[in-house]
């Protein structure tokens, strides 16, 4: 399946796009350029995206309310969870994650059908490889003044690929490096219970070469639809999956970029696929040959998405 794709334009493009998602009061999708420390957000009526620069990388952010009204956003900055009141204002720090700043940062995260923010960590060495000392962490900021935070799973090296089933009985999550998503039974209070087990795996950059086949890519970012297929974007794939419940391919969607980060479902009527995409690091070829990487890139599918899960403030 090869739909036409658009693009949201965002200059100068995202670096490392990440954490789409479609605010259904803005009517407006929102997202995070990780290495160029930039908050975005657009309409998709084709004008410019309006970029807020930040002091420091965005891992991921989420809509919040506060007693059931807007309340801004909450963003995950580095080792800081924090509160943006107003687009451009000021930030306000309402929690930290339990890591080395030095070496560890907040990378992918949403919200949980209870308003909590669930924020994955990465490894970011000075030097050397990446290890598997980051850690999915619960952000619990209901309780005004008393944020919790706490490791849910630990040995992560790259976080990534959260979402929840529409009825929040099941909870998907990927480190990346590991090639494979992961799901896990929630209870009835949304919480993950026992371990969890693979929903799929993808052949590494070796095994691929081993089978003499062209890379598929790794597990990146995701989404759930209403049907509660999972989207899943494929760093260095080129490509997006809808997963069936027991992780069978029930769409491929190739992309006009080779590095998309993760999908989010938006627009009008809920059945636009927005995925943002990176191009930090890529070559001067890549990017001749696929100049719309680091943009969002939009098409219509047939099934809509779920609304945004807010950030519930106390």
Not at 181 to 196: L, N
Not at 269 to 289: I, K
């Amino acid at each position: 399946m090869n739909p036409a794709w658009a693009e949201l334009p965002a200059h100068p493009p995202a670096q490392l796009g990440e954490s789409p998602f479609w605010h259904p009061a803005e009517q407006r999708l929102y997202w995070v350029d990780i290495s160029g420390r930039a908050l975005l957000r657009a309409r998709l009526d084709g004008s410019a995206a309006e970029r807020w620069p930040l002091p420091g990388e965005p891992g991921c952010i989420a809509p919040a309310r506060r007693q059931g009204r807007d309340a801004g956003l909450v963003v995950a900055l580095r080792d800081r969870i924090c509160h943006a009141p107003e687009w451009g204002g000021a930030l306000t720090e309402l929690a930290r994650l339990p890591i080395d700043a030095a070496r560890q940062r907040a990378n992918d995260g949403k919200c949980d059908p209870l308003g909590r923010f669930w924020v994955g960590t990465i490894h970011e060495p000075a030097s050397g490889p990446r290890q598997p000392v980051g850690a999915l962490h619960c952000v619990d900021l209901r309780v005004a003044g008393r944020p919790a935070v706490r490791a849910v799973f630990v040995g992560v090296t790259t976080a990534n690929g959260l979402a929840w089933s529409p009825d929040g009985r099941r909870m998907y999550f990927a480190d990346t490096p590991t090639h494979a998503i992961r799901v896990w039974d929630c209870d009835a209070s949304h919480e993950p219970v026992g371990a969890p087990r693979v929903l799929r795996r993808f052949a590494t950059q070796a095994e691929s070469r081993e089978a003499g086949q062209p890379y598929g890519g790794r597990p990146d970012g995701a989404c759930v639809d209403a049907e509660g297929a999972y989207w899943c974007a494929l760093y260095e794939g080129g490509r997006v999956l809808r997963l069936g419940p027991e992780g069978e391919v029930l769409a491929e969607l190739a992309l006009p970029a080779q590095c998309p980060t993760m999908p989010c479902l938006g627009g009008p009527d809920g059945d636009t696929l927005l995925v943002t995409s990176a191009r930090g690091g890529r070559s001067e070829e890549e990017l001749a040959r696929l100049p719309l990487s680091g943009q969002v890139l939009a098409a219509r599918v047939a099934v809509p998405g779920l609304p945004v899960a807010w950030c519930e403030l106390g």
